[in-house]
């Protein structure tokens, strides 16, 4: 397992980071602390979660139970200490989450309180926003994507809110960086001019989605992720689990995430398919698992910080942590290039 330092901080996290969304819905805690035993037992220092999860379905019933079952680990094990640990708080929209109102100083202040009783825990390693209350285009949200009507004062001045939120949060010791999710290079770079212009906390990492059906940070997020050393945590590395192949000729297996909500967000549609059975055919014929290949492609990438992997069972968890010994080859690479150019954007 290699290690890669958050942005400019001192923080250094496992290339693999093991993800927890299912836990508290397809996962049960017994599961969950089985997943931690192991994961940490090959190397992996890095816990990703959020106030939200689980998310398989979004439930205002679940809500918070992913880091409860964080926090029941770390009481048992004592190993708080060994982990780098991220969590984030909602941004705007779930009404079940003080009402909606998303991220700002006040529901920072008690998002962080919440999930640091419910973590068990007196301080986060990672704190991000979940998504900018503004809009974005994660999510498949690009197709109806506008900027234009955002307000730019009102954004300006919600970073900042949130910048100087954070600053009293790492000044009392309960939160070490600030990191963002589902951002976009306009967001990112407003957090780090008025973080420079104001000397408060910079922005470590963004956490976005990115594997070999959706490759949008290659291009100007790259660009400024090389210059102001803000790594990439790539969520969704197997697109929902399209990757791996088991949705192949419509096959939706019991108990998975395609089997209880549908779409998977918007990726499991007709467009997916082509690129998804050639990545899947140069996997078979270079003697790859299309997991694997698809994971230790992710880890090839300049950017890239960390990977968050999510299993429901340690059979996927076991082959997702297995491509950190996978050696790409200049050939497979080649033929992923090739396989992308033809099909640059299928999700």
């Known amino acids: 397992m290699k290690f890669n330092k958050l942005g400019r901080t001192d923080i250094s996290v496992s290339q693999i980071c093991l993800g927890t969304m299912t836990w ?12 931690m035993d192991y994961a940490v037992e090959k190397g992996v220092n890095f816990f990703d979660t959020a106030e939200l999860y689980p998310t398989t379905p ?6 918070g139970h992913t880091e409860e079952f964080i926090g029941s680990w770390f009481a048992k094990t004592g190993k708080r200490k060994d982990i780098v640990l991220a969590t984030k708080v909602a941004g705007h929209g779930r009404s079940y989450i003080r009402g909606g109102e998303g991220a700002d100083a006040k529901n920072i202040k008690l998002a962080v ?12 390693d990672l704190y991000q926003i979940h998504w900018p209350n503004r809009g974005h285009f994660h999510f498949r949200q690009n197709w109806h994507y506008d900027p234009f009507k955002q307000d730019r004062a009102k954004a300006v001045a ?16 309960k939160v070490r960086a600030l990191g963002l999710s589902n951002e976009t ?20 990492s963004v956490q976005n989605e990115y594997n070999l059906l959706y490759r949008h940070f290659d291009l100007d997020l790259a660009e400024l992720s090389h210059h ?17 192949g088991k949705y192949q000729s419509g096959v939706k297996p019991e108990g998975s995430r395609a089997s209880i909500n ?51 069972t340690m059979e996927q968890l076991t082959t997702d942590l297995s491509s950190v010994d ?21 999700l």
């Open 24 to 35: 508290g819905s397809q996962n049960s805690e017994a599961e969950a602390h089985a997943q």
């Open 58 to 63: 979004l439930s205002s019933e679940t809500y």
């Open 113 to 124: 309180e919440a999930s640091l009783k419910r973590l068990k825990t007196d301080y986060i």
């Open 158 to 173: 919600n970073i900042l809110d949130i910048l100087e939120a954070t600053d009293i949060l790492v000044k009392e010791g």
């Open 185 to 204: 290079t306009w967001g990112i770079q407003k957090y780090l001019t008025l973080s420079e212009q104001k000397g408060l906390p910079r922005v470590a």
């Open 228 to 244: 102001e050393d803000v790594g990439l945590l790539a969520y969704s590395p197997l697109a929902a689990g399209i990757l791996s």
């Open 262 to 312: 549908g779409d998977l967000g918007g990726r499991l549609q007709p467009l997916q398919e082509a690129p998804t059975k050639a990545y899947l055919e140069i996997a078979a014929n270079h003697g790859l698992d299309p997991s694997a290949m698809a994971l230790a492609f992710c880890l090839t990438r300049r950017f890239m910080a960390s990977v968050i992997i999510g299993a429901t």
């Open 326 to 346: 996978v050696k790409l080859s200049g050939d497979v690479l080649a033929e992923i290039e090739k396989v992308h150019r033809q099909y640059p954007m299928p």
